[in-house]
């Protein structure tokens, strides 16, 4: 006997996250129709910032703040589109993430994978804080999916989605450079990954990715902010790397779980394993 749920799954894994991602999303959006009569968090200041509809400002690219004000006034100058954006990236993130799933694993294992990361982020993340996070979250998704597509699969057809994606995450979030650069390293050290990059597809996609974030590469600039940060006193190194450490050991503490999940499914625990019993 297997629940219905379980069959569910095996039979309709596309149905099974359509249904799970909707119905967050609407209970998200009940939630802020019932409960949140101000926006949360930083939400009014990137509104404040979006209505002025600079290239660039002390929070960083432009593109969420933009977007955030053009969902404010399609929605007659009520907070809820913006609510309704903010999910709109979350079901387009789930979504992703089931597609980059069922290429590495399955339809079925990419189901239970994202409904684990629906239920730690159901309450525990900022969806309805519209802002540069949220939106990173779809681009950064997408940007895998394609990121496979291209490395693991030779679908030499996603160039043009993988550019504009990382053009449009470079014009969202200060985080965009450091995440395109792990994807960066993820293709040099693989032959695949080296394959791919050495075709002539690639020296376009870095074009076009240039393109798009030239409008907030020529204000940072203007600005004056492009510069090598300054090396700390001497007499402070001591207090940093405390600090550091204690970063890294709290970052370590948080990862338990996961390390001791790769412990236990590692193949000489299992060889151990056969071998007692």
């Keep these: 006997f297997s629940s219905l749920v379980i069959e569910l799954i095996r039979a309709r894994p596309r149905l099974v996250i359509l249904i799970a991602v909707l119905l967050q999303a609407a209970l998200w959006l009940m939630v802020s129709l019932a409960f949140y009569h101000s926006p949360p968090g930083d939400l ?3 509104l404040a910032y979006g209505r002025e509809y600079q290239v660039g400002t002390g929070l960083g690219p432009p593109l ?3 977007l955030g004000d053009i ?3 399609v929605a007659g100058n009520h907070i ?15 979504w992703a993430l089931f597609l980059l799933g069922r290429a590495l694993v399955g339809g079925q294992q990419a189901v239970l994978a994202v409904l684990l990361v629906m239920t730690v982020t159901a ?3 900022s969806t309805l804080d519209f802002g540069p996070d949220v939106l990173a979250r779809p681009l950064w998704a997408l940007l895998l999916l394609h990121s496979w597509q291209l490395i693991g699969q030779g679908r030499r057809n996603a160039w043009f989605a993988f550019s504009i994606e990382a053009g449009v995450l470079l014009l969202t979030t200060f985080a965009g450079i450091e995440l395109l650069l792990l994807v960066a390293a993820f293709a040099v050290a693989t032959g695949q990954g080296r394959r791919t990059l050495s075709s002539l597809d690639s020296p376009f996609a870095l074009l076009v990715i240039v393109v798009l974030a030239l409008p907030y590469l020529i204000w940072l600039i203007r600005a004056g902010t492009l510069h090598l940060p300054h090396w700390p006193p001497l007499a402070d190194m001591h207090v940093r790397a405390v600090h550091w450490a204690r970063l890294v050991g709290g970052l370590l503490l948080a990862m338990a779980g996961v390390l001791i999940l790769i412990v236990a499914n590692s193949a000489y625990l299992a060889a151990y394993a056969g071998r007692w019993n």
């Design 123 to 125: 309450f525990g993340s």
């Design 71 to 73: 969902a404010y006034r």
């Design 64 to 66: 969420a703040f933009w």
């Design 80 to 94: 809820f589109g913006v609510y309704l954006l903010a999910e709109l990236c979350s079901i387009i993130t789930f």
């Design 44 to 46: 009014p200041i990137a």
